[in-house]
Nanobody
């Protein structure tokens, strides 16, 4: 079992930055693929970025060059550095985990989810 707790969301102007954090419980954090998803009102949950042993860091095209995913296995923490934010980045951001070493971009492939943190980008 893994419990995930996100933090770091907030309100920011377009062009600004935020860093999200996701702290995981358990002692085998490095055995999980860790991923960020987001969900805007009225839209489906979508993949943002993932980090895994086999695939390294992977990103959705919409955030490439602006967002950076990192993980600190010593602190059981996943991060998402978001720069050059745009109003279309506004969403609830979720941290998710799945056992194994291969990244997946489909929410149903993930076993564990955090409660989400709201990111709002004003124009």
């Amino acid at each position: 079992q893994v419990q995930l707790v996100e933090s770091g969301g907030g309100l920011v102007q377009a062009g600004g930055s935020l860093r999200l954090s996701c702290v995981a419980s358990g002692r085998t954090f490095n055995n999980y693929v860790m991923t960020w998803f987001r969900q805007a009102p009225g839209k489906e949950r979508e993949f943002v970025a993932a980090v895994s042993r086999r695939d390294g860091n992977t990103y959705a095209d919409s955030v490439k060059g602006r967002f950076t995913i990192t993980r600190d296995n010593n602190k059981n923490t996943l991060y998402l550095q978001m720069n050059s934010l745009k109003p279309e980045d506004t969403a609830v951001y979720y941290c998710a985990a799945r056992t194994g070493f291969v990244s997946r971009t489909t929410p149903s492939d993930y076993d564990y989810w955090g409660q989400g943190t709201q990111v709002t980008v004003s124009s």
